[in-house]
């Protein structure tokens, strides 16, 4: 089963409905997807405690990882923002070391988009290869 482009952001959109962002009240939502075509999605999850909250890729990638997949292709993700957004430097970080050099698209609900590979947002990253 392969998903196009605008299949995986309408499945990041309907994963941003979950979202549980009373603090921030920025809602996200994401959706990855194996070269085999399985899709995992999250949305962010904030806690009163603010920094235990989680954003919405890493959701994604740990219920992923979780459920014993691996072998990412791609990462769409939306929000309500003027602009695309991008990962956090902490989900770009998870993300390479656990889907390498993936697709990210980023879109608006206005339906603005970027795609960029994940080694452009993270240019020289630190994993594994380096210790
Ligand atoms: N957030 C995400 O879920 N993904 C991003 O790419 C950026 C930020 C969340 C974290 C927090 O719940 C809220 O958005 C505001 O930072």
Same mark, same amino acid.
């Given at each position: 089963? =392969?998903?196009?482009?605008?299949?995986?952001t309408?499945?990041?959109?309907?994963?941003? %409905?979950?979202?549980?962002?009373?603090?921030?009240?920025?809602?996200?939502?994401?959706?990855?997807?194996t070269?085999?075509?399985?899709?995992?999605?999250?949305?962010?999850?904030? =806690?009163?405690?603010?920094?235990? =909250? +989680?954003c919405?890729?890493?959701?994604?990638l740990?219920?992923a +990882?979780?459920?014993?997949?691996?072998?990412f292709?791609?990462?769409?993700?939306?929000?309500?923002?003027?602009?695309?957004?991008?990962?956090? %430097?902490?989900?770009?970080? +998870?993300?390479?070391e656990?889907?390498?050099?993936?697709? +990210?698209r980023?879109?608006?609900?206005?339906g603005? =988009?970027?795609?960029l590979?994940?080694?452009?947002?993270?240019?020289?990253?630190?994993?594994?290869?380096?210790?």
């Amino acid at each position: 089963m =392969s998903q196009k482009p605008a299949a995986m952001t309408a499945l990041a959109r309907e994963a941003r %409905g979950h979202a549980q962002a009373p603090y921030s009240r920025f809602r996200v939502g994401a959706a990855l997807k194996t070269r085999s075509g399985e899709i995992v999605t999250g949305c962010n999850i904030e =806690s009163a405690s603010y920094g235990l =909250s +989680v954003c919405a890729e890493r959701v994604a990638l740990w219920k992923a +990882v979780s459920e014993g997949l691996r072998d990412f292709e791609s990462i769409a993700i939306v929000t309500a923002a003027r602009q695309p957004t991008p990962p956090c %430097g902490a989900c770009r970080q +998870v993300l390479w070391e656990y889907c390498g050099d993936i697709v +990210v698209r980023m879109t608006t609900l206005s339906g603005r =988009s970027r795609t960029l590979r994940l080694r452009q947002l993270l240019p020289l990253p630190f994993d594994e290869g380096r210790l």
